[in-house]
């Protein structure tokens, strides 16, 4: 069936040194790639989102890049602050009934 | 305030006893989903609806009913909840099909059943 993996379970990184967490998804006819952030005990919240007719989008800080070739795509965090520390859920949109496949989450720890 | 709202927050039940999560969506919204979190396993989601009067299953249905008489409520039920189904839910709605657009989700109920 369709899937998709999130890499790396947990990441810890220094505060103010950028941060990546990588998604593969399995099938070629998915066209939506969303990121949602949920911080401790709180809901999820979408911090960016691209469609498969794009190859980059930047919002701030934050970047998501697609490679439709690879089947994969990628979140980007520079400059990273406390606030940043969260779970990180990557998805993408199953290509015939449009519901969201979704990650395992990724841990973000940042250090100071 | 554009807002989804479950429902209670933390509820504590016994194996068996029949139980309802509501969830209720003032943005006007076409699409709603619930979800079940669980450390390690993300989001699964139980059902979803496409719009009033139109349900279907998610990937771990068992054990959960859904309705949409209305537009704006999505209540889960429970007929005779297990342990296993001791979880976080979340709801969730969407303007659109729910995977191409942004999903507003709920603050999440903490169901424990004993």
């Known amino acids: 069936g369709e899937n998709v993996e999130q890499h790396p379970s947990t990441l810890s990184v220094q505060e103010g040194d950028s941060a990546v967490i990588k998604c593969t998804y399995s099938d070629s006819a998915s066209n939506y790639f969303p990121w949602y952030k949920q911080e401790l005990g709180k809901r999820p919240q979408l911090i960016i989102d691209i469609r498969s007719n794009v190859g980059e989008k930047k919002d701030q800080r934050i970047a998501v890049t697609l490679n439709k070739t690879a089947k994969h795509f990628s979140l980007h965090i520079t400059e990273t602050q406390p606030e940043d520390s969260a779970v990180y859920f990557c998805a993408a949109s199953h290509p015939v009934n449009y519901q969201l496949i979704w990650g395992a989450g990724t841990k973000l720890i940042i250090k100071p | 305030e554009a807002q989804v709202t479950q429902n209670p927050r933390y509820l504590i039940t016994v194996t068996g006893k029949k139980l309802t999560v509501t969830c209720s969506q003032n943005m006007n919204h076409e699409y709603m989903s619930w979800y079940r979190q669980d450390p390690g396993l993300g989001l699964r989601q139980i059902y979803y609806s496409m719009n009033v009067e139109v349900t279907d299953k998610g990937d771990v249905p068992e054990g959960y009913k859904v309705s949409r008489k209305e537009k704006r409520n999505f209540p889960l039920i429970l007929e005779s909840p297990s342990p296993n189904q001791t979880s976080l839910y979340f709801c969730?709605?969407?303007?659109?099909?729910?995977?191409?657009?942004?999903?507003?989700f709920g603050n999440g109920t903490r169901l424990t059943v004993t």
């Open positions: 969730a709605s969407s303007s659109a099909w729910g995977g191409n657009s942004p999903l507003h």
